[in-house]
C-alpha cells in the first residue's frame, strides 16, 4: 500500500509559477514510477509528467519546456515545477504511484491560472 497526499495548488497568475509536492508513505521502496496527471472540467484525465525509478522523465508535449518533474534523493516526496503557466493549465493535478503493477493516486490539489 502507498498513501499520497498532494499540496502546493492555489490560484495563480498566467505567466507564473507554482510547485507542487506529492508526499508519499507505505511501501515507497516498490515504487516503479510516479507521475503527475491533471483533470480539467469536463475532460478526461490526463498524463502531464512521469519519472521512473532510474531518473528517466517523460511530459506531455503541452508542458514541455515549462513543467519540470521531480523526487528527492529519499524517494518520500514527489515534486512538479510549473513555469509560465497558462490558463489552459487549470485544472485539478492528482499524484500517482505504481507498485507491481497497481495504480495508487491522491485525492488531487486544484491549479487555477487566471488574471
Known amino acids: 500500500q502507498v498513501q499520497l497526499v498532494e499540496s502546493g495548488g492555489g490560484l495563480v497568475q498566467p505567466g507564473g509559477s507554482l510547485r507542487l509536492s506529492c508526499a508519499a508513505s507505505?511501501?515507497?521502496?516498490?515504487?516503479?514510477?510516479m507521475a503527475w496527471y491533471r483533470q480539467a472540467p469536463g475532460k478526461e484525465r490526463e498524463l502531464v509528467a512521469r519519472?521512473?525509478?532510474?531518473?528517466?522523465?517523460n511530459y506531455a508535449e503541452a508542458v514541455k519546456g515549462r513543467f519540470t518533474i521531480s523526487r528527492d534523493g529519499a524517494l518520500n516526496t514527489l515534486l512538479l515545477q510549473m513555469n509560465s503557466l497558462r490558463a489552459e493549465d487549470t485544472a485539478v493535478y492528482y499524484c500517482?504511484?505504481?507498485?507491481?503493477?497497481?495504480?495508487?493516486w491522491g485525492q488531487g490539489t486544484q491549479v487555477t491560472v487566471s488574471s
Open positions: 519519472i521512473w525509478n532510474s531518473g528517466i522523465t
Open positions: 507505505g511501501n515507497i521502496f516498490t515504487i516503479t514510477l
Open positions: 500517482n504511484s505504481v507498485n507491481f503493477g497497481r495504480d495508487y
